[in-house]
């Protein structure tokens, strides 16, 4: 199931209710000199992004479901590997239910910001193998600097056909850290959901339609 851009909403702000006894009215008489504080207008409203993660920790259909960056640029290229600068369309996950990985062929999921996992072909163009190190550039959406960790690949992946860039075998597994550090205005994408046994899609669309009003 993907939310394609969900999280990347702003907050809804819901006009607040009349007051009790309906509008103010204008009184005749001056403002006191200090003025009394405003009450605690109470907590902000939630934004959309809360409100979806509320339903899905609550769902019984959903197995497991992370925060999703996905098919991302930074603000002059995509994500660079190696000397050639490879461009390739790259995924982090960052599980709020259950665990959520995407799938190793071979070696182990990376765990470390200098830890990175390669689709097949990328691993054949760049003619790479795990236990090797690379150069993954990204560039910060502050300054504009490209930024580089020095990652050693720990594991063959499979990542879904998640960018205009790729095919099935393209792409790179990176954490979250290491994203932080590439670019410390990344915004998440969507949202990966793997369902319960016997759950459909539909399921957990109308429970998000009931709880948050998105359809």
């Known amino acids: 199931l993907a939310l394609p851009r969900l999280l990347a909403g702003c907050a809804s702000t819901p006009s607040p209710p009349p007051g009790p006894g309906g509008p103010t009215a204008t009184l005749p008489a ?3 000199a200090d003025p009394l504080p405003d009450p605690d207008p109470g907590p902000p409203p ?3 992004a809360a409100e979806v993660v509320t339903v ?3 769902s019984r259909h ?3 479901a992370a925060v999703a960056v996905l098919d ?3 603000p002059d290229h995509g994500l660079l590997l190696g000397d050639r600068r490879l461009d390739v369309p790259f995924l982090d996950l960052d599980e709020f239910v259950g665990r959520l990985d995407a799938a190793i062929i071979e070696g182990r999921v990376p765990e470390r910001r200098d830890e990175i996992a390669l689709a097949q ?3 054949a163009t760049l003619d790479l193998a795990i236990g090797d190190r690379v ?3 990204g560039q910060d959406g502050e300054s504009y600097e490209e930024r580089t960790i020095a990652a050693r690949i720990v594991g063959q992946t499979v990542l879904p056909n998640i960018s205009r860039l790729g095919r099935l075998g393209d792409g790179v597994l990176i954490t979250r850290s ?3 550090h590439l670019d410390s205005q990344w915004t998440p994408g969507g949202l990966a959901v793997r369902l319960a046994d016997g759950a459909e899609a539909t399921d957990v669309l109308a429970e998000l339609e009931e709880g948050t009003g998105i359809d």
Do not use: R
């Open 30 to 32: 001056p403002l006191p």
């Open 46 to 48: 939630a934004s959309a």
């Open 56 to 58: 899905l920790e609550a």
């Open 62 to 64: 959903v197995d497991a």
């Open 72 to 74: 991302y640029s930074f």
């Open 121 to 123: 072909a990328t691993m």
């Open 135 to 137: 150069s993954v550039v």
């Open 178 to 180: 290491a994203l932080e």
